[in-house]
């Protein structure tokens, strides 16, 4: 599947950066053991570290904070995907297990300090955009709320928005059905080309060890 980056994102952020990996013929199912556990213990170690670390001070999240603004949306009203991840642990209350692919998702997403959607697939058409939401777009997320997509950065299709590092839709998640899947890895603008790439081949290769099957990935800029 094509993605694009608007002219209006490349404009507000030349180096902005998409990982893009796209699966086929995987198996999702319930976490194995060892990710479960390390999922767990990381979730533990970020919330000692948030101890004595502002979560406004975490590197990723102070990039994507500043991203938001950027785009008109205010931080501490509409916060990135990866601080609401944060501010769970801090009050330990760590992520319960969803399905693999999911739960790696959230595992990866925790590392790099990065926003990381993942989609099925299937129920996505054409190629994807991703750009600047307009006054009149909302869809409904994953948390059963509408979502006004308002100078919010979303990914569409033909049918529509379905994502965004705020929260995504409720149109295409990744089930145990899945077979086909789509993974957008929202990287930060500072990241070189080659960190960018390494880190989208490393989530690569952990997901298929996981969950078998074949993966293309590219970054998109």
Do not use: C
Request: net charge neutral; aromatic share 10%; proline share 5%.
């Amino acid at each position: 599947m094509e993605i694009h980056l608007s002219n209006e994102i490349k404009k507000l952020f030349p180096t902005f950066k998409i990982g893009a990996i796209e699966y086929k013929n995987i198996q999702v199912g319930v976490s194995p053991q060892m990710l479960q556990g390390r999922l767990r213990l990381f979730q533990e170690s970020i919330y000692f570290d948030l101890q004595s670390l502002p979560i406004a001070d975490v590197e990723g999240i102070k990039e994507w904070r500043t991203i938001f603004k950027q785009l008109g949306t205010d931080p501490s009203k509409y916060r990135p995907s990866i601080e609401a991840l944060y501010r769970r642990i801090q009050k330990q209350t760590y992520l319960p297990s969803i399905n693999s692919a999911v739960d790696l998702n959230n595992f990866f997403s925790l590392q790099y300090q990065i926003p990381i959607g993942i989609y099925d697939l299937e129920k996505l058409h054409d190629s994807i955009t991703v750009s600047l939401g307009k006054e009149e777009e909302s869809y409904t997320g994953l948390n059963n709320r509408e979502i006004s997509l308002a100078n919010k950065l979303i990914s569409k299709d033909s049918k529509g928005s379905f994502g965004s590092p705020y929260v995504d839709s409720n149109r295409a998640p990744v089930t145990q059905d899945t077979t086909q899947a789509i993974q957008l890895i929202y990287l930060r603008p500072s990241l070189s080309d080659s960190s960018a790439l390494d880190l989208t081949r490393s989530l690569k290769d952990m997901f298929i060890q996981i969950h078998g099957g074949e993966a293309s990935y590219s970054i998109v800029t």
